[in-house]
């Protein structure tokens, strides 16, 4: 049988240096096969090391829900029809970030074999890592000098590359610019414009009953991403770099007293308590939305649905004065520790990151690219001239806490915030909370 992976201390950060030396412990007890049988009966494959990269072969391609139509799968199908004997098979999985990650870790937790190349949110890198879900990938084959620097370094664990990068985010506001156009208000670039330019559509026949300002607000991880900008913009954080907390501050207090007061005042609609992604985009596009806080993929919906003259996007207003701190994003490619073809997969995620890959995703699937030089081509900025506007985001934007527990963190933050939004508790309150609860996970 396959050697029984050691059982990773339980630490948080990805500073502790009990996870180094844990971490560096396992992966010598690797067994450096590539096989096992996988199947009924038989033993599974165990985890390999950084240069065991054996095994071709059919395997599989895991990510969320693809919601462009079929895009993905042609690209596949250009790899299968170049590498015959080396098939790959797209599985999706919901379109929640929450549930993605879930199928992979308990596809993980059974040490099975059904998934090969698999999407990793960003934030979720230092906890697959540390429980050696996925293994460490040669960086020499991957990294080249147009991989933006920020973008490259979610993929790192103990400053070692466990996941490629290969499509980053950060948050851009989607706008109705038709509506803008009628009530003749210009596009709002702070807070108070884009409250008063709200109140100008309402004020327009057919728009008074408009919702104003949207995100992602219901209880999932788009809180975390949603209300951590906020507190963000107005100073705040959860942590500092040495993993202390750092939330119970007047900043943060402050951005989540902006936000409740967005809800409360109504001009972020109160239907957003429920809203994800999809559910916002759909208000907007059926205008019943003015503004919305959304990532870049929304672009080529937009586009179908609405055409390029109803809608326009720019970057996320100053609050207070203070530019607003996008949250980053982004997914990467991690290999699966119980792969059998690990060469096929490495060979996979090359080609899946190559300039090519890389622009067919922007141009079918509005996929924020991983590569500078693309938001700087000629070709690309013509097709889609909000490129610049999604650099700057991602030049300013902040990443969420790299905690190898992040699922209990991101809990916490939404436990302690969602009463607050729904005008059950005072910020002040919310804050305190949530100070005591990320201290306990400490």
């Known amino acids: 049988m396959a050697p029984t992976l050691p059982h990773l201390p339980r630490r948080r950060f990805i500073q502790s240096s009990a996870v180094i030396a844990a971490l560096s412990a396992a992966a010598a007890c690797g067994n450096g096969g590539s096989g096992g049988s996988g199947g009924s009966g038989g033993s599974a494959p165990s985890a390999a090391s950084a240069d065991d990269f054996t095994g071709t072969g059919p395997i599989t391609w895991v990510q969320g829900k693809d919601n462009s139509g079929g895009k993905v799968q042609e690209r596949i199908d250009e790899w299968n029809e170049l590498y015959p004997d080396e098939q790959v098979t797209l599985i999706e999985l919901s379109a929640e970030a929450d549930q993605q990650r879930q199928s992979l870790i308990n596809n993980a937790q059974t040490q099975s074999d059904a998934y090969d190349v698999i999407s990793v949110d960003n934030v979720w890198v230092a906890e697959f890592a540390a429980n050696q879900w996925i293994v460490p990938l040669p960086e020499d084959d991957l990294k080249n000098d147009d991989i933006v620097e920020s973008v490259w370094e979610t993929g790192l664990y103990m400053d070692t590359l466990y996941a490629m990068p290969f499509a980053t985010d950060s948050s ?68 500092d770099d040495e993993g202390n907390v750092t939330i119970n501050s007047p900043e943060a207090i402050a951005g989540l007293q902006t936000l409740i007061d967005g809800f409360k005042d109504g001009y972020i609609p109160t239907e957003a308590l429920e809203w994800k992604e999809e559910d916002g985009r759909n208000a907007f596009e059926s205008g019943d939305l003015l503004f919305y806080r959304q990532w870049p993929y929304q672009y080529a919906n937009n586009v179908a649905a609405l055409g390029e003259e109803k809608f326009g996007v720019a970057a996320l207003p100053t609050i207070d004065g203070n530019a607003f701190v996008p949250t980053l994003g982004g997914h990467n490619c991690g290999i699966s520790a119980y792969s059998k073809n690990k060469a096929t997969a490495l060979k996979f995620v090359q080609w899946w990151t190559t300039q090519e890959s890389e622009k067919y995703a922007l141009e079918t699937q509005t996929l924020a690219p991983v590569l500078g030089s693309l938001y700087e081509d000629a070709e690309m900025l013509e097709k889609f001239p909000y490129l610049p506007t999604l650099r700057e985001s991602l030049d300013s934007a902040k990443g969420r806490p790299k905690a190898v527990s992040y699922g209990d963190v991101t809990a916490a933050i939404q436990d302690a915030l969602y009463p607050a939004i729904q005008q059950q508790a005072t910020a002040e309150e919310a804050i305190a909370n949530l100070e005591t609860s990320l201290k306990a996970l400490a």
């Open 172 to 239: 851009i506001m989607f706008y109705r610019k038709d509506f803008l156009e009628e009530a003749g208000v210009e596009v709002p670039t702070t807070w108070d414009e884009v409250k008063a330019a709200i109140d100008a559509v309402r004020a327009v026949p057919g728009h008074e009953n408009i919702g104003g300002f949207g995100g992602q607000f219901a209880k999932y991880e788009g809180l975390t991403c949603c209300a951590s900008e906020f507190i963000n913009t107005a100073g705040g954080s959860f942590y």
